[in-house]
T-cell receptor
Framework: GAGVSQSPSNKVTEKGKDVELRCDPISGHTALYWYRQRLGQGLEFLIY????????KSGLPSDRFSAERTGESVSTLTIQRTQQEDSAVYLC???????????FGAGTRLSVL | QKEVEQNSGPLSVPEGAIASLNCTYSDRGSQSFFWYRQYSGKSPELIMS????GDKEDGRFTAQLNKASQYVSLLIRDSQPSDSATYLCAVNRRGSYIPTFGRGTSLIVHP
């Protein structure tokens, strides 16, 4: 596709349920980032993937959060046992070069009831 | 001290005026600098990137970088109501592959 694609665009779940968010980066982009943005707040870095290297998980807020990416393809962010404080927009971005311009997807708006 | 600082605003300017948005950073070894625009309810999109000292112009937008003073600014000439958004500054520190984002400045251009 032409841009970064994220799905679903909206997700409403009950507290305690697991959710899986998907990101399809721009073809050929080796770097992929996940961010969280709470209402009215800035971008909070979660995790970074670069090719087949080990991901940088330093931003994950707890062990309920995990992410996977196979090679330079789709990535999934999984949140287990969701809590109300997990409610936010989860943004994925990809980049053709590490540390360079990022292209963002439209985001997934997660609401935990 | 935060790594990347921006005035949260809102910055309010009349239509047709010049809007000046500022960003300071703490790491002198920072190498890449980016301005993203984020409309309410939307995702960030790149406005400008700048890598060396001086000015870089693109249409109504000019990015200014001063590494000695550790600031980067974005000027928007002939501001339009459609420029009303939050502007995020991002800085890539030396040795890091994860750009650090400021919290953004809200710009309001009123007719």
């Amino acid at each position: 596709g032409a841009g970064v694609s994220q799905s679903p665009s909206n997700k409403v779940t009950e507290k305690g349920k697991d959710v899986e968010l998907r990101c399809d980066p721009i073809s050929g982009h080796t770097a992929l980032y996940w961010y969280r943005q709470r209402l009215g707040q800035g971008l909070e870095f979660l995790i970074y993937f670069q090719g087949n290297s080990a991901p940088d998980k330093s931003g994950l807020p707890s062990d309920r959060f995990s992410a996977e990416r196979t090679g330079e393809s789709v990535s999934t962010l999984t949140i287990q046992r969701t809590q109300q404080e997990d409610s936010a927009v989860y943004l994925c971005a990809s980049s053709g070069r590490t540390g360079d311009i990022q292209y963002f997807g439209a985001g997934t708006r997660l609401s935990v009831l | 001290q935060k790594e990347v600082e921006q005035n949260s605003g809102p910055l309010s300017v009349p239509e047709g005026a010049i809007a000046s948005l500022n960003c300071t950073y703490s790491d002198r070894g920072s190498q890449s600098f980016f301005w993203y625009r984020q409309y309410s309810g939307k995702s960030p999109e790149l406005i400008m990137s700048i890598y060396s000292n001086g000015d870089k112009e693109d249409g109504r937008f000019t990015a200014q970088l001063n590494k000695a003073s550790q600031y980067v600014s974005l000027l928007i000439r002939d501001s339009q109501p459609s420029d009303s958004a939050t502007y995020l500054c991002a800085v890539n520190r030396r040795g890091s592959y994860i750009p650090t984002f400021g919290r953004g400045t809200s710009l309001i251009v009123h007719p």
